[in-house]
């Protein structure tokens, strides 16, 4: 029998009933942010349009224990749309890209009754995730220059875990996320946006699920119709 070290380790678990209830909560809570949503749609005197994208630095949190070398780190992108109202509410449509984790480590074969010594093989893998959100977003004006931005929503991220040797695996589930930035403005319509936005991936083979923490410091711009 072959185990993996660490945030590899391929151990039955009992997870069906945990899933279950996590999924039901995300989906009461994704229900709650669309009528959200609608009633700052219906309440907003008026809207503008915005678009922006930015590019930066990722962390994808996933468990390095057991690894031989373990870099979370890497770059990442997002592009999002919404719909700013009169009370600078806003709702907005995103995908993120959160990066990618790599690894490796070592692959402990137990033996046979035929062959009882264990032997060991490195191995290398990593996790990628992205994400598709809704949510809702409030922007704060300092001064006709520079305002902040506070961000809520829900996201369908998606956790590729690959193994050299073994294939991959995919993961979607629902998570909560957040986010804050600032923003210069050039003029009206176009600014400079400096901003962190965090959530959950989850990730792992059937029986042996992890969840990782991911993050995205960016740079980028937007621009408001």
Known sequence: RQRMMGWMAYEVVPVRVFQLQWRLTMKKTLLSLAAGVALLATSGAYAQGY?????????????????????????????????????????????????????????????????????????SGDVAAEGFGIGVAYFLPFSPEWSGVARLGVT????????????????????????????????????????ADFSRAKYGAEGAYDTANVRLLSIGLSYLF
């Open 51 to 123: 678009i922006g994208g930015a590019f930066g630095w990722t962390d994808v949190g996933i468990d390095c224990a057991g690894t031989i070398d373990c870099d979370t780190s890497d770059t990442g992108y997002k592009v999002y749309g919404g719909y700013r109202f009169a009370n600078q509410f806003a709702v907005e449509l995103a995908y993120f890209d959160w990066g990618k984790a790599n690894a490796s480590g070592s692959l402990i074969d137990d033996g046979t009754r035929a062959s009882p010594l264990a032997t060991s093989s490195k191995f």
């Open 156 to 195: 369908q991220t998606d956790a590729k875990l690959s193994v050299s040797g073994y294939g991959s695996v995919s993961n979607k589930d629902p998570y909560a996320y957040y986010g804050l930035g600032v923003a210069y403005h050039f003029n009206k319509n176009l600014a400079l946006t400096g901003e």
